[in-house]
C-alpha cells in the first residue's frame, strides 16, 4: 500500500478545475438517475426544465429545484414508510435507519443497499484516514447501535481499514472507559460531549487517559467538535488529538471531516457530493467567507437521490488551498456553525420544539409546557421538559411516565427529563410562542454560542 | 482526468468481469458464491468510482 496521507489521493488533491468538472459529470449521472428511476424527482426536473443533458457547468445546478426536510416528510407521510423518494425496490436493501423528524410521529427512514452501504463505509475512510487512522490502530466507538445511524458507517470503516474494531454499544461509561484502557484504545470515536463524560468518567475511576494509549478523538454529532474551547479541554483531558466530523442521515454518513493538518475547520468530500451554501431567505449563492445556509447534492447513495437538499445548517466556506495538508477540496471553517431553524442537537439527537410539542399536545391532561435545554456536570448537555397538569385528580406519575417514553421512542431513545411544574408557574404566550429554553453553557452548545 | 495505472486498470477489470458473471451467469452459483461474488462487487464498485469511471448503479445486481 502507499504511503500516502489521502484516502484517494487523486482525488483529494485534484486541481479545482478537474474536480468540477467531475462533479459535472456525476451531477449528469444523478440527474438522469434520479429522472428515470424516481417519479417524485422526475416531475420536479421536468417541472424545472431540467435534463442530464443539459447540465453543461455547475451554474446549471441553480436550475435544479430545492428540496426541504419539510417536502421529504410530507412524502412519507402521504406514502409510508419511506415516501416518493426510493430510486430502487425495497428488496434491493440491506440496512434501515431513521432520525428523529420535526412532527414528532413520524421519523425520517431511509434504505441503503450493499453498495450504498459499503460507499458509507467508504466516506468516513475519507475522514478516518485523512485525520492519521491507520490498519495498525484500535478503534473503540462509543455508540448505541441502534437504528440512529449515528457512527454505524465508521464501525464498517474502520473494518475496512483494517484496524481492530472494539464496538463500545450497551455499556455504562464505566464499562467503556475501562474497556478503553484494558483493550489499548488508539482512537476514541464519540460526540463531544460524551467524550468529556468518559474523561470525566476516568478521573473518577483513578485512570489517567492523558497518559494513556489514545491519541486521537474521532467526534461527530454536535457542533462542539469544532469549537475551539470544547476541542482545547477534550484534547487536554485525552492527551489525545481531536478531529471533528459531520454527516446526516439524509446522505447516510458524513460529508465532511477534519484533517490532521487541523486548519480550524472541516474539507468537504467534494468528489462525492456538491456542497452550495445559500442565503437562507433569498436561497442565492453567497461567496467564500459569507455565512450562509449548507445546501447539499450527493453522488453516493443511489438508492435515495439528494439533489439540492437544504440542510438549515450555518456554515462559512473558505478555500481549500489554505490547508497545509495539500488537499484541494475547500473547508467549512469553523465547521457547523449553528442552524437557520430551532433544531436543537442533544448527545446527537436531533430534536425540533414543535416534535415536542405534537407530542405533548397528545396528552390533555397537560395544560402549558416548557422545554430546558441545560448543561449538566458542565459538560453534559441534558434535556427536561416541564408540564402543568392543573386537574389536581390527574394520575400525574402516569402522565410523567407516559410523555418521558413517548418523546424518548420519538428521539431515538434519546432520554428526557419530565417534570410536573407548579400551575401557573410557566410563561404564557399571546403571539409567537417561546416555549424551548437553552440554558446550555459553551460546551456540547449550539453554534450561534461560541464566545 | 489523471490517467489511471496498469494495476488500477486490472482492478477495473475484475470489478467488470465480476459484474459480468453476476449479471449473465447468476443461475449457476451457489449461495455462498453468489453472495461473496455481490459483496466483493459493492466494494469494487468503490474503486471504479474512486477511478472515475462511471460505474453506474448496481441494484439490478442486487447490490
Same mark, same amino acid.
Given at each position: ?254 460529508? @465532511? ?6 486548519? %480550524?475547520? +472541516?474539507?468537504? &468530500?467534494? !468528489?462525492?457530493? =456538491?456542497?452550495?451554501? $445559500? /442565503? ?37 466556506? @473558505? ?6 495538508? %495539500?488537499? +484541494?477540496?475547500? &473547508?467549512? !471553517?469553523?465547521? =457547523?456553525?449553528?442552524? $437557520? /431553524? ?52 390527574? !394520575? ?56 | ?63
Amino acid at each position: 500500500m502507499k504511503d500516502t496521507p489521502y484516502w484517494n489521493p487523486r482525488h483529494e488533491t485534484m486541481p479545482r478545475e478537474e474536480l468540477e468538472a467531475l462533479q459535472v459529470r456525476k451531477l449528469r449521472n444523478l440527474v438522469e438517475w434520479a429522472g428515470t428511476q424516481v417519479p417524485f424527482h422526475a416531475k420536479r426536473l421536468s417541472d424545472a426544465g431540467v435534463t442530464a443533458d443539459s447540465i453543461e457547468s455547475l451554474d446549471d445546478l441553480q436550475r435544479i429545484p430545492f428540496f426541504t426536510r419539510d417536502e421529504w416528510m410530507g412524502g412519507q407521510l402521504e406514502q409510508p414508510p419511506y415516501g416518493p423518494i426510493l430510486a430502487a425496490p425495497e428488496e434491493a436493501a440491506i440496512r434501515y435507519h431513521m432520525t428523529s423528524g420535526t412532527t414528532g410521529r413520524t421519523p425520517i427512514r431511509v434504505l441503503d443497499s450493499m453498495k450504498d452501504w459499503e460507499w458509507i463505509a467508504e466516506m468516513w475512510c475519507y475522514g478516518l484516514w485523512g485525520f492519521g487512522v491507520r490498519p495498525i490502530d484500535r478503534v473503540f466507538i462509543a455508540f448505541g447501535y441502534a437504528t440512529f445511524i449515528g457512527f454505524w458507517g465508521l464501525h464498517y470503516a474502520s473494518e475496512k481499514m483494517g484496524c481492530l474494531t472494539l464496538p463500545g454499544g450497551a455499556m455504562t461509561t464505566e464499562q467503556r472507559v475501562r474497556t478503553i484502557e484494558e483493550m489499548g484504545a488508539t482512537v476514541v470515536a464519540s460526540t463531544p460531549t460524551y467524550a468529556l463524560r468518559m474523561a470525566q468518567e476516568a478521573r473518577a475511576l483513578g485512570i489517567d487517559l492523558a497518559s494513556g494509549p489514545v491519541e486521537r478523538l474521532i467526534l461527530s454529532g454536535e457542533p462542539a467538535g469544532s469549537i475551539p474551547a470544547t476541542k482545547k479541554l477534550i484534547e487536554e483531558q485525552w492527551g489525545a488529538k481531536a478531529g471533528d466530523t459531520a454527516g446526516m442521515t439524509e446522505l447516510g454518513t458524513i460529508m @465532511v471531516f477534519e484533517c490532521e493538518a487541523q486548519p %480550524g475547520g +472541516t474539507h468537504i &468530500i467534494e !468528489d462525492h457530493y =456538491i456542497e452550495e451554501v $445559500v /442565503d437562507p431567505e433569498t436561497g442565492e449563492p453567497v461567496g467564500y467567507g459569507e455565512q450562509g445556509e449548507r445546501v447539499v447534492t450527493s453522488f453516493g447513495r443511489g438508492f435515495i437521490p439528494v439533489l439540492r437538499y437544504r440542510t438549515r445548517d450555518l456554515v462559512v466556506k @473558505v478555500p481549500g488551498a489554505g490547508c497545509a495538508c %495539500g488537499r +484541494t477540496f475547500d &473547508i467549512y !471553517d469553523g465547521g =457547523i456553525r449553528g442552524r $437557520v /431553524d430551532d433544531m436543537k442537537l442533544v448527545r446527537g439527537t436531533n430534536v425540533y420544539p414543535r416534535a415536542v410539542e405534537a407530542i405533548v399536545r397528545e396528552i390533555p391532561e397537560i395544560d402549558e409546557f416548557q422545554i430546558r435545554l441545560y448543561t449538566a456536570e458542565g459538560i453534559r448537555d441534558e434535556i427536561e421538559v416541564l408540564v402543568e397538569v392543573p386537574d389536581e385528580g390527574a !394520575d400525574v406519575d402516569g402522565i410523567l411516565a407516559r410523555l418521558g417514553k413517548e418523546l424518548a421512542g420519538a428521539h431515538e431513545s434519546l432520554r428526557f427529563g419530565v417534570r410536573q411544574a407548579e400551575t401557573g408557574s410557566l410563561p404564557r404566550f399571546e403571539l409567537k410562542a417561546k416555549r424551548l429554553v437553552d440554558e446550555r453553557e459553551l460546551i456540547g452548545g449550539e453554534g450561534e454560542k461560541r464566545g | 482526468m489523471a490517467e489511471i495505472g496498469e494495476a488500477q486498470r486490472e482492478l477495473a477489470e475484475i470489478y467488470e468481469r465480476l459484474k459480468a458473471v453476476l449479471q449473465e451467469r447468476r443461475g449457476e452459483l451457489a449461495p455462498y458464491e453468489e453472495r461473496n461474488a455481490l459483496k466483493a462487487l459493492a466494494a469494487l464498485w468503490q474503486v471504479a468510482n474512486g477511478l472515475d469511471l462511471d460505474p453506474g448503479q448496481l441494484y439490478d445486481s442486487g447490490a
